[in-house]
T-cell receptor
Framework: AQRVTQPEKLLSVFKGAPVELKCNYS??????LFWYVQYSRQRLQLLLR??SRESIKGFTADLNKGETSFHLKKPFAQEEDSAMYYC???????????FGTGTKLQVIP | EAQVTQNPRYLITVTGKKLTVTCSQN?????MSWYRQDPGLGLRQIYY???????DKGDVPEGYKVSRKEKRNFPLILESPSPNQTSLYFC?????????????FGEGSRLTVL
């Protein structure tokens, strides 16, 4: 069965410091991985997906199949980055979505 | 405005009293799904639907039912709610199979079962 692990419940960083939110997955097939973000009082929304290899709001994430990881990174944290971040794995022929438990990012001014 | 709408947003009920949480999307999406969000457990998929009359269980389907009679609607039914179903529920939709994973979420429905 697939599994997504986000080891940190809370990550506090100072504004301008680098950010890395960890995500590890367990899946026997070819993974499709995503990061979703939930800002205060807003809906959960897609931040980025690994197949796009894009940078959104300064965030990037690289799929490392050898380490089964998909860590989210940003070189310089901003206060507006404070939010709940969820890593998600798409499997089962694009039917099943498994979320990690989430990491709350707190950027300290 | 393209969106997913859930109702009610907040509900307090008692054990055993049947309730339905509605979910509607106006984006002509084929795929819809329900999740519950609990502290320390993240989001867990309850049920999903690939299209009209096609539904399947997610990771935590016990105590829930769904139906997909119309493309736009995907109600979540709790036939006999229990306190362990107290949670924050999210409905989400997506364009189709192979959608690349972008789920569009509703605002959530906070349910308390006493």
């Amino acid at each position: 069965a697939q599994r997504v692990t986000q080891p940190e419940k809370l990550l506090s960083v100072f504004k301008g410091a680098p950010v890395e939110l960890k995500c590890n997955y367990s899946y026997s097939g070819s993974p499709e991985l995503f990061w979703y973000v939930q800002y205060s009082r807003q809906r959960l929304q897609l931040l980025l997906r690994h197949i796009s290899r894009e940078s959104i709001k300064g965030f990037t994430a690289d799929l490392n199949k050898g380490e089964t990881s998909f860590h989210l990174k940003k070189p310089f944290a901003q206060e507006e980055d404070s939010a709940m971040y969820y890593c998600a794995l798409l499997s089962g022929g694009y039917q099943k979505v498994t979320f990690g438990t989430g990491t709350k990012l707190q950027v300290i001014p | 405005e393209a969106q997913v709408t859930q109702n009610p947003r907040y509900l307090i009920t008692v054990t055993g009293k049947k309730l339905t949480v509605t979910c509607s999307q106006n984006m002509n999406h084929e795929y819809m799904s329900w999740y519950r969000q609990d502290p320390g457990l993240g989001l867990r998929q309850i049920y999903y639907s690939m299209n009209v009359e096609v539904t399947d269980k997610g990771d935590v389907p016990e105590g829930y039912k769904v139906s997909r009679k119309e493309k736009r609607n995907f109600p979540l039914i709790l036939e006999s709610p229990s306190p362990n179903q107290t949670s924050l529920y999210f409905c989400a939709s997506s364009l189709s199979r192979g959608f690349g994973g972008e789920l569009f979420f509703g605002e959530g429905s906070r349910l308390t079962v006493l």
